[in-house]
């Protein structure tokens, strides 16, 4: 197995899980949640461990949850 395929195996990913509405919400937080693929309440979406990813949860922490997966 070459270095790269391990590198992703070991890739940190984080599920993010919209459990408040964006209703009533900036319009910015709420493309922000869109960005993330969140589309419905209490759905869930894994997302790679990225500064941009990060940096978009952190602007929408109120709205959402996040666990860090493998």
């Given amino acids: ?3 790269a395929k391990k590198a992703a195996k070991k890739e ?3 599920r993010v899980t919209l459990i408040k509405s964006p209703i ?3 319009y ?8 993330l693929g969140l589309r419905r309440m209490h759905q869930s979406v894994e997302q790679q461990d990225t500064p941009a990813i990060r940096g978009m949860v952190a602007k929408v922490s109120h709205l959402v949850t ?3 997966v493998g």
């Fill in 1 to 3: 197995m070459s270095a």
């Fill in 12 to 14: 940190k990913r984080l």
């Fill in 24 to 26: 009533g919400q900036s």
């Fill in 28 to 35: 910015k937080q709420k493309r922000t949640v869109q960005a």
């Fill in 66 to 68: 996040v666990e860090e």
